[in-house]
């Protein structure tokens, strides 16, 4: 295949990757990367990206945003509701005043009035020498500590989910094409091949943690050119005891959040504005700055950010939506959407744990 044969190259200085002598579309931030570069390194061959179907376990890629080297442990089918913002209510004007209302709100506006789309999304591990210059962050993944005792979450680093169309496909020669604690672990190289297989430590981690890895539904939307991609994670319920709290369950989920710059202006993320609805009849606001500690910049050059962050409640169930406020460089103010999702608990003992 004539494309194979393109190179591929790492910039060290830079978030993104520059690609050169490619057949393939390469995105403006990843030219525009080749500018600053201090040094590449070939990592790599292009392998034609799929149009159809599924990359397999072990398949090595460059992520199209985010420009890190990462390999795919397996695929999860997830239902994508793509909003148009032109035309709708901006939620963060809607102000549910009755749990009725609410209720009727979350009936119509966390994507069942939008048709969903099934597309593949998939569980990698990200390569840990790229992670300090990614603006995402590489402990994304957490989970509820499994032991009765254990009170805190807890977070695997370099683990991330990708879009099928992230996906920038390569194949390398090296044994260890990537660098990450579990890469030998949970994979093994076929020299006849060229290719990496799954071992069976893999498909037992995956199977022993599929509740907080599974991956649903995805939720997205574009205001003036500024997108945000939600990705809603249930992480289980934990039953608190004790004197004061009578057994009360808490139920955990994830949220994963990209933010995309599609214009060409340049903006500063400022506030973040939520309202949270429990189905216990609650409904919380919830205003701050920037988001993570951070008031990341989306540029042309630098387009995107993604951070990942947690919400708990005292129901099996609710949702959220709220806006987010970027600053333009003349001092205006942009509020940009962030989409309806659903907050759905699972019926399953095994995500139910006991804090005393």
């Not at 992520?63 to 994508?80: C, D, E, N, S």
């Not at 209302?101 to 939008?114: L, P, Q």
């Not at 060409?264 to 606001?285: A, C, K, N, P």
Request: overall charge neutral; glycine content about 8%.
């Amino acid at each position: 295949m004539a494309a194979a044969r393109n190179s591929v190259f790492f910039i060290r200085s830079h978030f993104t990757e520059a690609l050169s002598r490619s057949l393939f579309p390469i995105p403006l931030s990843f030219r525009r990367g080749i500018a600053s570069a201090v040094r590449l390194i070939e990592v790599g061959r292009f392998e034609e990206p799929k149009a159809l179907g599924k990359y397999p376990t072990g398949q090595l890629f460059l992520h199209k945003i985010f420009g890190y080297r990462g390999v795919i442990l397996f695929p999860w089918m997830a239902r994508v509701f793509d909003r148009d913002a032109s035309g709708r209510k901006d939620p963060a004007k809607i102000e549910p005043s009755t749990t009725a209302e609410s209720a009727h709100f979350h009936n119509i506006g966390t994507g069942r009035d939008v048709k969903g789309k099934t597309v593949p999304y998939y569980q990698v591990l990200i390569d840990a020498r790229d992670c300090p210059f990614i603006r995402a962050q590489s402990e994304a993944v957490t989970f509820l500590g499994h032991q009765e005792s254990s009170r805190s979450l807890y977070a695997i680093p370099g683990l991330d989910y990708i879009s099928h169309e992230d996906v920038l496909p390569y194949m390398s020669t090296e044994k260890n094409a990537i660098m990450h604690e579990l890469f030998d672990k949970f994979l093994m190289h076929d020299p006849e091949k060229g290719v990496y297989k799954a071992r069976e430590t893999l498909h037992a981690w995956q199977e022993r943690n599929h509740p907080w890895l599974e991956l649903s539904d995805v939720h997205r939307e574009i205001t003036d050119g500024i997108r945000v991609t939600v990705i809603p994670f249930y992480m289980g319920c934990k039953k608190v005891t004790g004197d004061d709290n009578r057994g009360q369950s808490v139920y955990w989920w994830r949220y994963c959040i990209r933010l995309e710059n599609h214009g060409e202006e340049v903006v500063q993320l400022r506030e973040r504005h939520w309202r949270i609805f429990s189905l216990s009849g609650t409904l919380e606001t919830v205003r701050g700055r920037g988001v993570v500690g951070q008031e990341p910049v989306l540029s042309p050059n630098l387009p995107a950010f993604q951070y990942s962050s947690h919400v708990s409640l005292q129901a099996p169930s609710g949702h959220m939506w709220g806006t987010f406020r970027f600053e333009r460089e003349d001092g205006g103010s942009i509020h940009v959407k962030i989409p309806p999702f659903s907050l759905e608990s699972k019926d399953d003992d095994s995500n139910t744990y006991t804090v005393v």
